[in-house]
């Protein structure tokens, strides 16, 4: 490849991988048929593509071996545990390689870094479009009388799935509170920031996911803790206020309130406040419990104490909510899988530690959390699954996001 053609090629990957981005988000909008094969499909064109242009141009390519261990694990929890459907399970594992190959440093190259960041940016991109359209839709609701579209006991906007809205709003309000401490911001950008981060708050807390909430409280509280470090006092307490008032105000919604009276209710009469998790959790651990080396298999669940999970829709080839991320990667890929996985994710983790940016460490704070009540690290379609990729191979560039 020539230098010439080199250019041009490296030029076309950044909006390329941008387009990517937003389409990871926004083909959760309901009534479009972004469907996972096709979201697959993608992700191998671009790695395909990517990893071509790497080779011609001489890259040095890397590879990250923990993570290839923590691959082969995850296939030899299919061939130890052969679980049913079988033949799903090797399909669901094709598509999180493929999709590992594109957005995580499994593979690396200059070529893929620029692919990625396009990715990364365009995704939240799309993140903001979702949060602000559902806000709308709320206020639209809300100005009309008119009972806003709720669904497992929260509002989900324009989104497909109830409780999906939640977390990608929640992240949105971090990321625009990140945006709003910008010491080289003016005014009037300030505020517009500033009231993304009031908009994306109300509709995470309208999306009735307590984890998120949660997420979003930490999340929120290392920005600004980041901020008074950087003696943006005022900024920061100023922007403190903000938090509580919004959070006043949500709650005091009359929609927002009866979600949230009508959820503590549950967890009153259950006794207990994670009720709508203490059996998927448990369902996991007895999973874990029945082969704890290498797991029952990749992207499988069984039926053991979990009322949640029906046994026929599960032969049928379909997957109903795991419950936990964690839980999730420690039952269906055992000690081994989990092990592999710690030695690529420690490695990552130390790099946000002794370099913090404010941005990522939310982020990953927040993904962590989220990551016990909400099973989605192994599942290449969901929306939060590329976030949660990228991460590890952001710090080179996210000092200029």
């Not at 927002?256 to 009276?261: G, H, L, P, V």
């Not at 989990?338 to 420690?346: E, S």
Request: proline share 5%; charged share 10%.
């Amino acid at each position: 490849m020539s230098a010439t053609e080199n250019i041009k090629s490296r030029r076309a990957i950044g909006p390329a991988g941008v387009a990517l981005g937003l389409l990871l988000t926004l083909r959760h909008i309901e009534g479009i048929n972004g469907t996972t094969p096709i979201i697959i499909g993608l992700f191998l064109l671009a790695a395909i593509s990517v990893g071509t242009i790497s080779v011609k141009a001489k890259e040095k390519v890397a590879f990250n071996y923990p993570l290839l261990l923590f691959v082969g694990a995850c296939a030899l929890s299919l061939i130890i545990g052969r679980p049913e459907p079988l033949k799903y399970c090797w399909l669901r594992l094709a598509g999180f390689i493929i999709a590992l190959a594109a957005i995580s440093p499994a593979i690396s190259s200059p070529s893929f870094s620029i692919l990625r960041e396009g990715i990364w940016r365009g995704w939240w991109i799309g993140a903001i479009m979702l949060t602000g359209i559902s806000f709308f839709v709320l206020v639209v609701a809300a100005i009309t009388s008119r009972t806003a579209d709720f669904q497992n006991f929260g509002f989900k906007g324009i989104m497909v799935l109830g409780m999906s809205l939640s977390p990608v709003a929640a992240l949105t309000a971090i990321y625009a509170l990140y945006q709003s401490l910008s010491i080289s911001l003016g005014r009037k950008q300030r505020i517009v920031w500033l009231a993304l981060y009031c908009a994306a708050t109300i509709t995470a807390i309208a999306g009735g996911s307590r984890i998120a909430i949660v997420g979003l409280i930490v999340g929120s509280a290392i920005i600004l803790a980041f901020g008074w470090r950087k003696r943006q006092r005022k900024l920061a307490l100023g922007l403190l206020g903000v938090i509580v008032a919004i959070g006043a105000v949500s709650i005091a919604s009359p929609a927002i309130n009866s979600s949230i009276r009508y959820k503590t209710s549950l967890a009153i009469d259950a006794a207990n406040p994670f009720s709508s998790r203490l059996d998927k959790w448990g369902g996991r651990v007895a999973e874990f419990q029945s082969a704890p080396l290498t797991g029952i298999g990749f992207c499988a669940q069984t039926v053991f104490n979990s009322p949640y999970d029906d046994e026929a829709y599960i032969l049928n080839g379909n997957s109903p909510e795991p419950g936990s991320s964690w839980l999730s990667l420690l039952a269906q890929t055992g000690i081994l899988g989990t092990g592999m996985f710690l030695m690529f994710l420690i490695p990552a983790s130390i790099k946000f530690l002794r370099n913090p940016n404010p941005l990522m460490l939310a982020v990953f704070t927040f993904l962590l959390l989220n990551g016990c009540c909400e099973g989605w690290l192994l599942y290449a379609g969901n929306i939060l699954f590329p976030v949660f990729w990228l991460l590890p191979v952001l710090p080179i560039f996210c000092n200029r996001l």
